[in-house]
Structures are given as structure tokens and as C-alpha cells.
């Protein structure tokens, strides 16, 4: 099982940025791709950014494109996003979630606590 | 985009009861379909992947079928433990990755 811990997240003013970070630990980082979901104060889930294993490939939900990027570093088991442009609509908890992305396994199958991001003036 | 719905929205149960949540796809899906537990301030928990193969460690009362457009959770003999929300979610066609709106499984 993989351990990931999320950090990064703090109150920031409406055009700011933040960066968040995902730490991973246990087992094979590079052999998973990597994703980001955010929840909302008392909503759903939402996928929000998708990241392969060699960082080949990228994909971003259209409410963040644009503003948000995703990278990873192997060497570090870590998994970023850099967030700009932060509206008071992007305040959620994110979380990141590895995903196997193999033909018999596709899901989210390791979560990490999740970190706070608070988008208000 | 896939859109996912789910139903009920909400549900009361007994300890003990079958329960049944539909997850519904606006378009044909693979077995890239997966089901989630969350609880309140908790992280959400992988219990389905492939619509129907139980992800180790979870009880065998959850089970999940379906295909095409059409899923379901089940967990037979409701727990205090289930009472929870649960998120579908598709990985078939993407992006985006899709989640449903959620159940939310309270006490009766």
C-alpha cells in the first residue's frame, strides 16, 4: 500500500498561488500515475488533474486549465500542483490519488488525507 | 464529457439491511468503473474497481456488477461502520474523470 501526505495548503487572497505537494512512500512511486481531486465545502469530488508515470501525459479539468500544473518528480516520490489565479471558487480540500493505469486496474486506489486551500480576501 | 448519476441521493437504513445504490453513465463504459466510501473529514476509500472486483481489505458484504450504462453497489448485512457517502466514479473516457454526485447512507 502507498502512503501519500499532501501539504501546502493555507488561506490565500483571490490572483494568488500556492503550491501543494504529495509525498509518497511504500511502494513503487514511478509505476503509478497520479492525480489530483478536490472536494468543496459539503460537495461531491472532483477530478481536477491527471498525471502519467514518465509525466508524458498531462490532462487538466476545463475549471482549472490554464491556471493549474501538474508535475512530478520520481526521484522524489512527489507529485505537485501549482495553483494560480486562485479564485474563492477553488476553495476545497485537495487530494491526491495514485492510480495502477494498467489494463486490468484502473481506480484510485491510494488517498492521501487531503490538505485545505481557502480562497478569500 | 461522461455524466454520472447516482440514486438514491440519499438513503436511511437499518443495521443489518441490504442496500442497493445505481450509478448510471450517460454513455457506454468498460469495466473502467470504480466505487468509493467516504466518511465525514476522511479521505475517500477505494472498495470496487473494474465494476466488480473487491479491492483487498475490503468486507466481502460490498459487491459491484453492471455494464454499459448501468451500475451497482451492493453491501449485504449493513454495518455501523457503512454508514457513509459513496462516490461512483468512470475512468473509461477521459478527460475529464468523472465522479458521481454521491450517496449519503444514514441511520434509520
Known amino acids: 500500500e502507498m502512503q501519500l501526505v499532501e501539504s501546502g495548503g493555507d488561506l490565500v487572497q483571490p490572483g494568488g498561488s500556492l503550491r501543494l505537494s504529495c509525498a509518497a512512500s511504500g511502494l513503487r512511486f514511478s509505476a503509478y500515475s497520479m492525480n489530483w481531486v478536490r472536494q468543496a465545502p459539503g460537495k461531491g469530488l472532483e477530478w481536477i488533474s491527471y498525471i502519467s508515470e514518465s509525466s508524458r501525459t498531462i490532462y487538466y479539468a476545463d475549471s482549472v486549465k490554464g491556471r493549474f500544473t501538474i508535475s512530478r518528480d520520481n526521484a522524489e516520490n512527489s507529485v505537485y500542483l501549482q495553483m494560480n489565479s486562485l479564485r474563492p471558487e477553488d476553495t476545497a480540500m485537495y487530494f491526491c490519488?495514485?492510480?495502477?493505469?494498467?489494463?486490468?486496474?484502473?481506480?484510485?486506489?491510494?488517498w492521501g488525507q487531503g490538505t485545505l486551500v481557502t480562497v478569500s480576501s | 464529457d461522461v455524466q454520472l448519476t447516482q440514486s438514491p441521493s440519499f438513503l436511511s437504513a437499518s443495521v443489518g439491511d441490504r442496500v442497493t445504490i445505481t450509478c448510471r453513465a450517460s454513455?457506454?463504459?468498460?469495466?473502467?468503473f470504480a466505487w468509493y466510501q467516504q466518511k465525514p473529514g476522511k479521505a475517500p476509500k477505494l472498495l470496487i474497481y473494474g465494476a466488480s472486483t473487491l479491492q483487498s481489505g475490503v468486507p466481502s458484504r460490498f459487491s459491484g456488477s453492471g455494464s454499459g450504462t448501468e451500475f451497482t453497489l451492493t453491501i449485504n448485512s449493513l454495518q455501523p461502520e457503512d454508514f457513509a457517502t459513496y462516490y461512483c466514479?468512470?475512468?473509461?473516457?477521459?478527460?475529464?474523470?468523472?465522479f458521481g454526485p454521491g450517496t449519503k447512507v444514514d441511520i434509520k
Open positions: 454513455q457506454v463504459i468498460s469495466s473502467y
Open positions: 490519488a495514485s492510480d495502477p493505469d494498467t489494463a486490468l486496474m484502473r481506480c484510485f486506489d491510494n
Open positions: 466514479q468512470q475512468l473509461n473516457t477521459y478527460p475529464p474523470i468523472t
